[in-house]
């Protein structure tokens, strides 16, 4: 399960969607998660979904790369589908205790299943597709007007650099807490709920301490760089321009948003 969490995760590469300008790619996330929260119908979803699937192949990335990361997922997904299946309004297909299953619940469920899929799917081509470095270069050139009223823009941009960097770094350090246990006879795979809870607490201790280890290490290095906190007088190496497959890719996902928008009104065989 740990190797599964692809969050924070970076694959170089040369595709069009790792050359745009990572403040343009930071507003299509925001703007594809705002269109798939307007796609209603069945229509708008399929239309979501073929425009998921393309975008996927233009980063080069294999899908199944992207669904690997869905897999922690699964049991949040489970239980929403369960929630929307036996607690929406509608006339009953069929009805048992205080339980009962509606077509409209059953439609719910799949259209809530496929919203997170394509969500995670938009947030994973993120971070895959631009090194957490650039991402928040990016996400501190964006926000830098905010500056201008006292809001700690860089601060955040590098408390975010630092949680990206350092994902995959505790994720690999837990694999081998809990290598070391099982070595030493631990079991995390049998039993029941509040036994697997407590046989989490050998991994949890020395997680958090080398967490803090790593932390206290980290600090001294920015220190010895001479690391202020402070984004007066920095300077920048890279400096970013938008091109014309940034303006391109911007006005695609209006567009997009615009037919989802339609695809509202329009239904086919009543869907």
């Known amino acids: 399960m740990i190797k599964d969490i692809t969050l924070g995760q970076f694959f170089p590469g040369n595709s069009v969607i790792h050359k745009l300008d990572p403040r ?67 006339e009953p297909l069929v009805e048992f205790w205080i339980f009962k299953i509606t077509a409209d619940g059953i439609k719910n469920a799949i259209f809530m299943i496929l919203r997170i899929f394509m969500l995670v799917i938009a947030t994973s081509m993120l971070t895959y597709t631009t090194s957490p470095i650039v991402l928040t270069n990016g996400l501190e050139r964006l926000l830098s007007p905010l500056s201008k009223i006292k809001v700690p823009v860089h601060e955040f941009s590098m408390m975010m650099t630092i949680a990206l960097r350092f994902i995959p770094t505790l994720l690999e350090e837990t694999d081998k807490i809990m290598n070391a246990q099982k070595a030493r006879g631990a079991d995390f795979e049998t039993g029941g709920l509040i036994k697997r809870a407590k046989a989490l607490a050998p991994i949890l201790i020395p997680l958090f301490i080398s967490a803090f280890r790593r932390a206290d290490e980290l600090a001294t290095a920015m220190e010895c760089r001479c690391y202020t906190g402070s984004s007066e007088g ?14 391109i890719a911007l006005i695609v996902v209006i567009c997009m948003i615009a037919i989802a928008v339609l695809l509202n009104y329009v239904r086919f065989f009543g869907f």
């Open 24 to 90: 343009v790619k930071i507003i299509l996330a925001a703007l594809y998660i705002a269109f798939l929260f307007v796609v209603q119908t069945a229509v708008g979803y399929a239309f979501a979904i073929a425009a998921t699937l393309v975008f996927v192949s233009l980063t080069k990335i294999p899908l199944k790369m992207y669904l690997r990361g869905l897999k922690p997922l699964l049991f949040i997904l489970i239980f929403t589908a369960l929630l929307n299946v036996f607690y929406s309004t509608g």
């Open 234 to 247: 920095r300077t920048h190496l890279v400096s970013y321009s938008m091109s014309g497959r940034d303006v």
